[in-house]
Nanobody, 120 residues
Framework: QVQLVESGGGLVQAGGSLRLSCAAS????????MGWYRQAPGKQRELVAQ???????TYADSVKGRFTITRDNAKNTVYLQMNSLKLEDTAVYYC??????????????WGQGTQVTVSS
């Protein structure tokens, strides 16, 4: 089994910064991709940023130049540095991981979600 633990959400004023973390643990053989999604009230969950092993890093247009996704392979952890936060960034942020287990099965899993609230 593989577990994800998210941290780092909170309340911040517009223009401020937050950093989210998501650590994967358990029977991990490899992590193929990691990313962050968000869901605001009344809206669909949307991709914020994604990093693929040996592949491209992808950002939503709305966060380009403000958010940075990074990964620490040794810790199986993905980070989302969020700068110049705007009111419209308010949402629940979910970590997403595509993992291959030690049993060589591959599946995607979600973190529990962390609330980010940007105030004026």
């Amino acid at each position: 089994q593989v577990q994800l633990v998210e941290s780092g959400g909170g309340l911040v004023q517009a223009g401020g910064s937050l950093r989210l973390s998501c650590a994967a643990s358990g029977s991990i053989f490899s992590i193929n991709a990691m990313g962050w999604y968000r869901q605001a009230p009344g809206k669909q969950r949307e991709l914020v940023a994604q990093i693929v092993s040996g592949g491209p890093t992808t950002y939503a247009d709305s966060v380009k130049g403000r958010f940075t996704i990074t990964r620490d392979n040794a810790k199986n952890t993905v980070y989302l540095q969020m700068n110049s936060l705007k009111l419209e960034d308010t949402a629940v942020y979910y970590c997403w991981v595509l993992v291959t287990t030690t049993a060589r099965s591959q599946y995607a899993l979600w973190g529990q979600g962390t609330q980010v609230t940007v105030s004026s």
